[in-house]
């Protein structure tokens, strides 16, 4: 739920409003099993999930909130082109505050990591989860000796 978080702690830098009136949980998660090997050892598979962003008493603006949220998605949740919109449900408590619930989507890939001794067997193989970061190269230089 890496992505949740990230996201929960930009809203909160973005000061919308006092930390303790910002929350964020997880509402259902689900496994779905992939197991393909991967550059880094296997990927597992799946794992998605429904989120929800409660800010209570709102005072801003609600196109700076969904310009917030679009744009942190744009950057850092790129592959969203299969999950639902993002939801804003907006309960006006008066003329200048509102209680925002946000409610999002996301999948994260799982990842295992060829490891004797590993917990996790698989393939007549030895697991251990090891959470990290799939950096594919967008970019590349192959230099040679001329040989």
């Given at each position: 739920?890496?992505?949740l978080?990230?996201?929960?702690?930009?809203?909160?830098?973005?000061?919308?409003?006092?930390?303790?009136?910002?929350?964020?949980?997880t509402?259902?998660?689900?496994?779905?099993?992939?197991?393909?090997p991967?550059?880094?050892?296997?990927?597992?598979?799946?794992?998605?999930?429904?989120?929800?962003?409660?800010?209570?008493?709102f005072a801003?603006?609600?196109?700076?909130?969904?310009?917030?949220?679009?744009?942190?998605?744009?950057?850092?949740?790129?592959?969203?082109?299969?999950?639902?919109?993002?939801?804003?449900?907006?309960?006006?408590?008066?003329?200048?505050?509102?209680?925002?619930?946000?409610?999002?989507?996301f999948?994260?890939?799982?990842?295992?990591?060829?490891?004797?001794?590993?917990?996790?067997?698989?393939?007549?193989?030895?697991?251990?989860?090891?959470p990290?970061?799939?950096?594919?190269?967008?970019?590349?230089?192959?230099?040679?000796?001329?040989?």
């Open positions: 739920m890496i992505k978080k990230a996201l929960t702690t930009y809203l909160i830098g973005r000061q919308l409003v006092l930390p303790e009136q910002l929350d964020s949980w509402d259902q998660v689900s496994l779905e099993l992939v197991w393909k991967d550059l880094q050892g296997m990927h597992m598979g799946d794992m998605n999930y429904t989120a929800t962003i409660v800010l209570e008493r801003d603006h609600p196109g700076r909130l969904m310009a917030l949220v679009g744009s942190w998605l744009e950057t850092n949740d790129e592959d969203r082109d299969e999950l639902p919109a993002v939801q804003f449900d907006i309960t006006m408590l008066d003329d200048d505050l509102a209680d925002v619930d946000i409610k999002l989507e999948s994260e890939p799982q990842y295992l990591a060829e490891e004797p001794g590993g917990e996790i067997i698989a393939f007549g193989k030895t697991w251990s989860f090891i990290f970061d799939l950096w594919v190269a967008e970019r590349g230089e192959v230099i040679g000796d001329g040989a």
